[in-house]
């Protein structure tokens, strides 16, 4: 088993490029778009495409690491034991199909439940976020600097439209509530970037009712990386092998909206 984590950092940013160069050229073809669970929920032959790409070459990279994406073409895992990749061959399918901007190629490395590498490739910017557990956590070549404390009044919060609505199944007034307090509210419809921009320090939150463990996996590891905090909404940590909740941030923003605003109130 391959676990000389520097070879496999390399072998990651290689297949992560050469995706974002596949999906980039894509763009100049006619896409191939369905729908999954509902009307919104969009997939296209890169998706597929992707994320089959991702599959193989890890397989023969080291046949004893799995891979977990969202497609379907990896393995089916119960747990994070041995070398897991969690991959999300493109998270922002809605924004890939309308916009081509504002997705990202999303990788998340674990050893036995324990993140190592963490990637999330902006494919149009050219934009790598990037971290190894302990190491530091990178843009491009440019180290991110650990997140600094932040007043919750001064504070930019990624939260999506649906959530501070009425909505059966949504506690939209705890979240309205917290929209009132902070200077300002951002939505991307990427979670992985929603995630960059927290390890950036470009949002100091980002609340969410429902994801997959693709769409946290890769972000975590780098969040973490700078003193960042990733939970759920119950401030409980995420198995990644099930949907759940997501609420990251800024370590002081996330103490303050977790005490004041969801606890016990979810
Ligand atoms: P995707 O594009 O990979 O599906 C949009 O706000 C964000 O939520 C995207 O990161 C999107 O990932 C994710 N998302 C969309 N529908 C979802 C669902 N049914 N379950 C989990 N995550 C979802
Ligand atoms: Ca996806």
Same mark, same amino acid.
């Given at each position: 088993?391959?676990?000389?984590?520097?070879?496999?950092?390399?072998?990651a940013k290689?297949l992560i490029y050469?995706a974002g160069?596949?999906? =980039?050229?894509?763009?100049?073809?006619?896409?191939?778009?369905?729908?999954?669970?509902?009307?919104?929920?969009?997939?296209?032959?890169?998706?597929?495409?992707?994320?089959?790409?991702?599959?193989?070459?890890?397989?023969?990279?080291?046949?004893?690491?799995?891979?977990?994406?969202?497609?379907?073409?990896?393995?089916?895992?119960?747990?994070?034991?041995?070398?897991?990749?969690?991959?999300?061959?493109?998270?922002?399918?809605?924004?890939?199909?309308?916009?081509? =901007?504002?997705?990202?190629i999303?990788v998340?490395?674990?050893?036995?439940?324990?993140?190592?590498?963490?990637y999330?490739y902006?494919?149009?910017?050219?934009?790598l976020?990037?971290?190894?557990?302990?190491?530091?956590?990178?843009?491009?070549?440019?180290?991110?600097?650990?997140?600094?404390?932040?007043?919750?009044?001064?504070?930019?919060?990624?939260?999506?439209?649906?959530?501070?609505?009425?909505?059966?199944?949504?506690?939209?007034?705890?979240?309205?509530?917290?929209?009132?307090?902070? =200077?300002?509210?951002?939505?991307?419809?990427?979670?992985?970037?929603?995630?960059?921009?927290?390890?950036?320090?470009?949002?100091?939150?980002?609340?969410?009712?429902?994801?997959?463990?693709?769409?946290?996996?890769?972000?975590?590891?780098?969040?973490?990386?700078?003193?960042?905090?990733?939970?759920?909404?119950?401030?409980?940590?995420?198995?990644?092998?099930?949907?759940?909740?997501?609420?990251?941030?800024?370590?002081?923003?996330?103490?303050?909206?977790?005490?004041?605003?969801? =606890?016990?109130?979810?």
């Amino acid at each position: 088993m391959t676990t000389q984590w520097n070879e496999v950092d390399e072998f990651a940013k290689k297949l992560i490029y050469n995706a974002g160069s596949t999906i =980039r050229k894509s763009f100049s073809s006619t896409l191939n778009i369905e729908t999954k669970s509902d009307a919104n929920d969009l997939v296209t032959n890169m998706d597929k495409e992707i994320e089959q790409y991702f599959v193989k070459e890890v397989n023969q990279f080291d046949s004893s690491h799995k891979i977990m994406g969202e497609e379907g073409y990896g393995d089916s895992l119960s747990t994070l034991e041995g070398v897991v990749w969690i991959v999300d061959p493109i998270d922002g399918t809605m924004n890939f199909v309308h916009q081509q =901007r504002n997705f990202a190629i999303s990788v998340g490395i674990y050893h036995n439940g324990t993140g190592k590498l963490g990637y999330i490739y902006d494919v149009v910017a050219d934009e790598l976020y990037h971290a190894h557990s302990g190491k530091g956590a990178y843009l491009n070549d440019t180290p991110i600097p650990p997140l600094k404390p932040a007043r919750l009044s001064e504070a930019i919060l990624a939260v999506n439209a649906t959530w501070v609505t009425p909505h059966s199944k949504v506690p939209y007034e705890v979240f309205g509530a917290l929209v009132h307090k902070v =200077r300002g509210t951002r939505s991307y419809g990427s979670a992985a970037l929603e995630l960059a921009y927290v390890a950036c320090g470009r949002l100091d939150g980002y609340l969410t009712m429902r994801l997959s463990p693709w769409d946290i996996a890769g972000g975590k590891i780098i969040i973490e990386e700078v003193g960042g905090v990733v939970t759920n909404l119950h401030n409980q940590p995420h198995t990644l092998t099930n949907k759940d909740s997501l609420f990251a941030g800024n370590p002081s923003v996330h103490e303050e909206i977790y005490t004041e605003y969801l =606890r016990g109130k979810l």
